[in-house]
């Protein structure tokens, strides 16, 4: 089985360009990288917790 170092695996996620967001089975956000606050105009606070749909109908709205 390949580990990959967690800490690396977080810098990973939170440097990169692209938008990276996760979500748990119910749809709830429990990740959210500085380019998806740029994307979306959440913060990771702001979004952390919140439904991936809430998310995207706002980003919608906002044409984003």
Do not use: M, Y
């Amino acid at each position: 089985q390949l580990e990959f170092p967690t800490d690396l695996f977080d810098t990973v996620l939170e440097t990169a360009t692209d938008a990276i967001v996760l979500h748990d089975v119910s749809g709830t956000i429990t990740f959210w990288n500085g380019a998806a606050a740029k994307e979306w105009g959440w913060s990771a606070r702001e979004a952390i917790g919140k439904l991936v749909a809430t998310a995207a109908a706002r980003a919608l709205v906002r044409g984003a």
